[in-house]
């Protein structure tokens, strides 16, 4: 059996329903950096498959179109990134939970990067993020019982801390 670590499988369905059969047809595409162990994955509106790994600290995109992989960041951690959203201007933005506790956004048409940093006792590692309609990013904080936004203006950051340390985000 081929193991898949280091693999995203997409599945183009091309299924017939007769009666209760299904038929799928499947192709893997193997990612650059071998092992790297993918984690999220979000598909733009231009149909570009992107996703963080959990080891070798890599955003990446797929196109399915050309069947090409282009890795665009790579962290300063063996943590992994984690979380994996678009803005409105098709920024792709993701957290590095690593030893910097960072939110990372990257511009793909000009491939620069730009890191919020930030420092709060005790509160984990970012993860789950997800904008509002507004455009901030919110986002939690993982064994750290908070919820932390940044505001769309200036991404300032704003944190709501729960009161029980014993119920997570």
Same mark, same amino acid.
């Given at each position: 059996?081929?193991?898949?670590?280091?693999?995203?499988?997409?599945? @183009?369905?091309?299924?017939?329903? %007769?009666?209760?059969?299904? #038929? %799928?047809?499947?192709?893997?595409?193997?990612?650059?950096?071998? !092992?790297?162990?993918?984690?999220? %994955?979000l598909i733009d509106g231009n149909g570009v498959v992107w996703h963080t790994t959990r080891r070798r600290s890599?955003? !990446?995109?797929?196109?399915?179109?050309?069947?090409?992989?282009?890795?665009?960041?790579? !962290?300063?951690?063996?943590?992994g990134f984690h979380g994996l959203t678009a803005d409105k201007n098709g920024d792709i933005w993701y957290s590095?939970?690593?030893?910097?506790?960072?939110i990372g956004k990257l511009n793909p048409l000009t491939g620069r990067k730009k890191t919020f940093a930030f420092?709060?006792?005790?509160?984990?590692?970012?993860?789950? @993020?997800?904008?509002?309609?507004? !455009?901030?990013?919110?986002?939690?904080?993982?064994?750290?019982?908070?919820?932390?936004?940044?505001? #769309?203006?200036?991404?300032?950051?704003?944190?709501?801390?729960?009161?029980?340390?014993?119920?997570?985000?």
């Amino acid at each position: 059996m081929r193991s898949i670590l280091g693999s995203i499988i997409l599945t @183009l369905a091309a299924s017939t329903m %007769l009666a209760s059969e299904i #038929s %799928l047809d499947t192709e893997e595409f193997v990612l650059p950096t071998r !092992g790297s162990m993918p984690h999220d %994955l979000l598909i733009d509106g231009n149909g570009v498959v992107w996703h963080t790994t959990r080891r070798r600290s890599v955003v !990446g995109a797929f196109d399915p179109t050309t069947g090409k992989f282009e890795e665009f960041v790579r !962290g300063d951690s063996a943590f992994g990134f984690h979380g994996l959203t678009a803005d409105k201007n098709g920024d792709i933005w993701y957290s590095n939970p690593g030893f910097s506790n960072s939110i990372g956004k990257l511009n793909p048409l000009t491939g620069r990067k730009k890191t919020f940093a930030f420092n709060i006792a005790g509160a984990g590692w970012p993860e789950a @993020l997800v904008f509002d309609d507004s !455009g901030n990013l919110w986002f939690t904080l993982a064994n750290g019982n908070t919820v932390g936004a940044t505001r #769309s203006a200036n991404r300032s950051l704003c944190v709501f801390q729960r009161r029980n340390q014993y119920t997570p985000p």
